[in-house]
């Protein structure tokens, strides 16, 4: 917890279960409560959404924008200014943050909280500044899929605001405020000690993993350039992106490009094949702000090719050819 505030520039921090709980847990904590509604884009990971539900909210997806497909600010402005949501869990996804100083301030003067994501986005930074800065708590994920990941799940909290995390401490072990005394009706999720210890190791290796990451970006980034049927999603000036995910735009027949990719050996996967209000476990269960052309555009045209430390540049470039070859 002390490595991972000291990272993000935060006073505190309190370990989780799982990335999801540690939403769950902040929403709670920051007094959601039944009905309250809640922004959020409505192309992530579906916990992005759910944990909102989890906590007893109610999602309004807001679209992404074009080109970054992070959400569209606009949109979140309206909700906060309009006074129709409580409060807004912003995404940073793909590995790249969203914008939220306008947000944080706009939220704040109404009482409003916002939580950030950054289940993607470990290392990344936007003007300077790690995720944390324009938010009332941040979000973490050390699922095996993340960049720093655990031996299965985990998650964190972090913020400036004590009392914040000391209320998700309780949360996390039953409500439980000492002396077998339980303030609140709270959750089991913990990270186990063995997973904490195998963290911390990981976090040493984080800058590393994180530049060659951005070295195997910059191959597929230049093969791109040469295509005509796909593009690279842009990072938006004044973000670090941490590659997390690759992800290419494939105007027309991603489909066939995927399939011709997987039968070459390579392995690719959409990030995301549904907008999230669409999902059966969402339906009913949200609202959606807006006309939502642009995720239903994005769902179909979006393709993540494979991007981890451990690729080396042989693999990286049997990947290029392998999309040079495909014929649009
Ligand atoms: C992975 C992820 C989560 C959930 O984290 P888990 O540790 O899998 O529960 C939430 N939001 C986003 C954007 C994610 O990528």
């Known amino acids: 917890e002390e490595r991972l505030a000291a990272f993000f520039g935060l006073g505190r921090a309190a370990a989780v279960g799982s990335g999801t709980d540690a939403l769950v847990l902040a929403l709670r904590a920051l007094g959601l409560e039944p009905g309250h509604k809640v922004a959020v884009t409505s192309l992530s990971f579906v916990a992005s959404a759910s944990a909102i539900v989890l906590a007893g909210g109610v999602p309004v997806f807001v679209d992404p924008t074009p080109g970054h497909l992070l959400a569209r600010e606009d949109m979140i402005l309206d909700l906060v200014r309009s006074g129709r949501v409580d409060g807004v869990v912003a995404v940073h996804l793909y590995g790249q943050m969203a914008e939220l ?25 936007r003007n300077g500044y790690a995720p944390g800065r324009f938010s009332d708590a941040t979000c973490l994920s050390f699922d095996p899929t993340k960049v720093i ?93 941490i590659r997390h995910k690759y992800v290419i735009d494939v105007p027309q027949g991603r489909d066939d490009l995927a399939a011709h990719l997987k039968a070459q050996g390579v392995g690719v996967s ?52 392998a999309l040079a070859e495909f014929e649009a």
């Open 101 to 125: 100083e306008e947000i944080y301030g706009q939220a704040r003067k109404r009482g409003l909280f916002v939580i950030e994501d950054a289940a993607q986005a470990l290392g990344a930074t």
């Open 149 to 241: 990941g655990a031996q299965g799940s985990g998650g964190m909290v972090l913020s400036n605001d004590q009392k914040l995390i000391e209320t998700v401490k309780r949360l996390r072990y039953h409500g439980h405020a000492g002396n077998r005394v339980y303030t609140e009706i709270g959750h089991n999720s913990q990270l186990a000690t063995v997973q904490a210890a195998l963290i911390k190791v990981k976090m040493d290796h984080e800058q590393a993993w994180r530049e060659r990451r951005q070295q195997i970006a910059a191959r597929y980034d230049q093969a791109l350039n040469d295509l005509a049927f796909a593009s690279a999603l842009p990072v938006r000036p004044g973000n670090t992106h």
């Open 270 to 321: 959409v990030h995301y094949s549904m907008p999230l209000f669409e999902q059966p476990c969402l339906r009913g269960r949200c609202e959606v702000y807006g006309d939502a052309s642009e995720v239903k555009r994005a769902v179909s045209r979006v393709l993540s090719l494979p991007i981890y430390p451990e690729l080396t540049d042989l693999e990286v470039d049997a990947v290029c050819r």
